[in-house]
């Protein structure tokens, strides 16, 4: 019973759990039986909370904890995991960090307390790297989680043991955060979905970088319509978060629905923004072939890409301010415990003069005129999900993509990191599996606010395609594809 449970998606769960056909605590039986059979392969929830998820599941039985039964969103008692750079009240939450190592904290993240309000059971923390830094999940606390595909590749990051544990089919479905690509690169490696929703449309609650739009909270699941179903759950205004909004009159869920008949008309594609990013070159193809699934459901899809300039170096220069906004404190007091990512981001940050701050946000905003004159004429633009396929779990990045040496580890993440400064919302979307069966995907990107056209034209490929009915995935032995090289 506890294997047809978690291979139910998330909706349908749900379902069943509004017709009284499961209950929440069988839901979250099934989610521990699963975790203690494929958590030794790929440590993605290192921190569980069973027995507070059966209390959570038992409230809801009984019928307390049930204020927001109704409206858009609501998970009925569903199981879900939640990153561990974000607090659950007495819950173990280390950021990934041996500083927070021991650390309990008292409340729950504004985004976890709207969560459990709509039902959503918190089962446990979901590995991270350090501080959400980097593009593979590894720390000093809990080591490093596999990517169920083939567990001698890395799961990505920042929300990689996110992305593994709906891959897996511990979870239903996973909260995370995105600054240069967290939620899409691992959706992208594991062969699931994640959206980085528009600044605003999630609540960050306690950031300390309040008025910056880089970092999201957002949503992952093994289909777009659970990813819709989430974002329902996340969505609306906080008064915590100045940059928040009003949650739409129409769901997410609904929009979804209409994938269909609201298709979009044309659609801008790229695979390497006219070969200004190195790109993996069978990624490219695998990315330029899926688009035959929007053409055969009426879409016009042309190659078309803003020019990127300067961005890379903007982006950078950007970035490194959160740090610095985020860290500074913590360096000088606990360097020898902070990786060398981390302190080569926040110095940078330290280092970076008033003119190069105005010159970055000269081009962030330049790059914003660019692609809302493309979404003048395009309703979707459409790149690969990633630079390059997963790669070995042992590198912290990859040094080279299609023969092009990577000068930092995020070198590689521009692809995802220029939507980051465009302020648009994206869904990472499998698309397929390269000549070494790891999982390659789509970023579908829309105009700013405009979630739903994300959703519905991911959710169109996702009906085309049916990747989405491989999961949930038994954890897969493999070795490394033979030009990786460990580090």
């Keep these: 019973m506890h294997d047809d449970l978690i291979r139910l998606t998330a909706t349908e769960a749900v379902a069943r759990l509004q017709r009284g056909e499961v209950s929440p605590l069988e839901l979250v039986e099934a989610a521990a039986a699963r975790i203690a059979a494929v958590e030794p392969a790929v440590n993605a929830l290192p921190t569980l909370c069973l027995d507070r998820a059966r209390d959570h599941a038992r409230r809801l039985m009984e019928g307390r904890d049930r204020g927001g039964e109704g409206r858009p969103g609501w998970l009925g008692g569903l199981p879900v995991s939640i990153k561990d750079l974000t607090d659950v009240a007495g819950v173990r939450t280390t950021y990934g960090s041996p500083i927070f190592r021991d650390h309990v904290p008292a409340a729950s993240h504004p985004v976890v307390q709207r969560i459990e309000a709509a039902g959503g059971i918190v089962i446990g923390k979901s590995n991270t790297p350090e501080f959400g830094a980097g593009g593979s999940t590894f720390n000093e606390v809990f080591g490093r989680t596999r990517n169920p595909w083939n567990t001698s590749l890395t799961c990505g990051g920042s ?107 044309r659609i801008a594609f790229t695979t390497d923004f006219n070969g200004q990013l190195p790109v993996d070159r069978e990624t490219q193809a695998l990315t330029r072939a899926a688009m035959r699934h929007f053409e055969e459901r009426g879409c016009i899809v042309e190659e078309f890409a803003p020019d990127l300039e300067e961005l890379g170096e903007a982006f950078l220069i950007l970035r490194s301010q959160a740090f610095v906004v985020d860290r500074e404190a913590q360096l000088a007091t606990h360097r020898d415990q902070i990786k060398p990512d981390i302190i080569w981001n926040t110095e940078r940050g330290l280092a970076a003069t008033p003119s190069q701050l105005a010159w970055a946000d000269r081009q962030r905003a330049a790059f914003y005129r660019r692609m809302a004159s493309m979404f003048a004429r395009y309703d979707v633009f459409v790149t690969p999900g990633a630079a390059t396929p997963a790669f070995d779990v042992m590198l912290r990045n990859p040094e080279t993509i299609a023969g092009v040496k990577l000068e930092n580890y995020m070198a590689g993440s521009m692809i995802n990191a220029a939507i980051t400064l465009a302020g648009c919302p994206a869904v990472a979307v499998p698309c397929g599996f390269d000549q070494f069966g790891r999982p390659v995907g789509l970023q579908v990107v829309a105009p700013p606010r405009r979630d739903e056209i994300a959703l519905q034209a991911a959710a169109l490929f996702e009906q085309a395609s049916g990747l989405s009915l491989k999961l949930p995935l038994d954890p897969r032995p493999g070795v490394v594809p033979p030009a990786e090289v460990a580090a």
């Design 159 to 265: 929300t990689g043991g996110g992305a593994v544990s709906v891959a897996t089919g511990e979870a239903w479905l996973a909260q995370g955060t995105d600054h240069g690509g967290s939620l899409r690169r691992p959706g992208t490696y594991c062969g699931v979905v994640g959206l980085r929703p528009s600044p605003g449309r999630v609540t960050r609650g306690t950031v300390n970088n309040l008025f910056s739009p880089l970092s999201v909270q957002g949503p992952m699941a093994r289909n777009v319509p659970d990813l819709a179903l989430f974002l329902d759950a996340m969505a609306g205004w906080c008064p915590l978060d100045p940059l928040t909004y009003d949650a739409p009159a129409r769901p997410y869920a609904a929009a979804v629905v209409a994938a269909a008949a609201e298709r979009p008309k």
